[in-house]
T-cell receptor, first 111, second 115 residues
């Protein structure tokens, strides 16, 4: 059974600082997704990572995928308050039509 | 394009009542999904469909039924609601998984409370 773990579960960071969110998964998969969810809102797609070594960047966020280590990272550079949200990673379950989501990382950025 | 829409947005049920949640998408997607989101547990897949007339169970199917009579609609039914079904329900749609650009697009959610 595929398990997806994120850490930390909660992250409080000061504006201007850098930090990384980790997403580990237990079974080989070649596709991984990052989503953002604002409080009371739906999920918004951030990144789609399709192969080993894939790196994508959007503004202050950069995501990478290491399929051999079964690890994806979401790096935050010089955090700003607008990045406060919950971030989820999701992994395709091999040989199925399903995604398994991590438990999410709730990010709070304060002045 | 409205994308993925869900009806209703909020609902309060009493234990034992039934209801149907409607999901509609206008992106001509083959695949549709129902998830529930509970605090601290991420999203759990309830049921999904890979095409009109097909349905399959996800990780948390107990107490729910689904139907996909039309490609654009995916219905989630609760026959006899229980307090444990208090949650936020999200619908999503996508192209087939084999498409390299596959990703899921989510609706705005339905907040259900069962008392």
């Amino acid at each position: 059974e595929l398990k997806v773990e994120q850490n930390p579960l909660f992250l409080s960071m000061q504006e201007g600082k850098n930090y990384t969110i980790y997403c580990n998964y237990s079974t080989t998969s070649d596709r991984l997704y990052w989503y953002r969810q604002d409080p009371g809102k739906s999920l918004e797609s951030l990144f789609v990572l399709l192969s080993n070594g894939a790196v994508k960047q959007e503004g202050r966020l950069m995501a990478s995928l290491d399929t051999k280590a079964r690890l994806s990272t979401l790096h935050i550079t010089a955090a700003v308050h607008d990045l406060s949200a919950t971030y989820f990673c999701a992994v395709v379950v091999p040989n199925t039509d399903k995604l398994i989501f991590g438990t999410g990382t709730r990010l709070q950025v304060f002045p | 394009n409205a994308g993925v829409t869900q009806t209703p947005k909020f609902r309060v049920l009493k234990t034992g009542q039934s209801m149907t949640l409607l999901c509609a998408q206008d992106m001509n997607h083959e695949y549709m999904y129902w998830y529930r989101q509970d605090p601290g547990m991420g999203l759990r897949l309830i049921h999904y469909s890979v095409g009109e007339g097909t349905t399959a169970k996800g990780e948390a199917p107990d107490g729910y039924n689904v139907s996909r009579l039309k490609k654009q609609n995916f219905l989630l039914g609760l026959e006899s609601a229980a307090p444990s079904q208090t949650s936020v329900y999200f619908c999503a749609s996508s192209t087939p998984l084999a498409v390299r650009s596959y990703e899921q697009y989510f609706g705005p959610g339905t907040r259900l409370t069962v008392t």
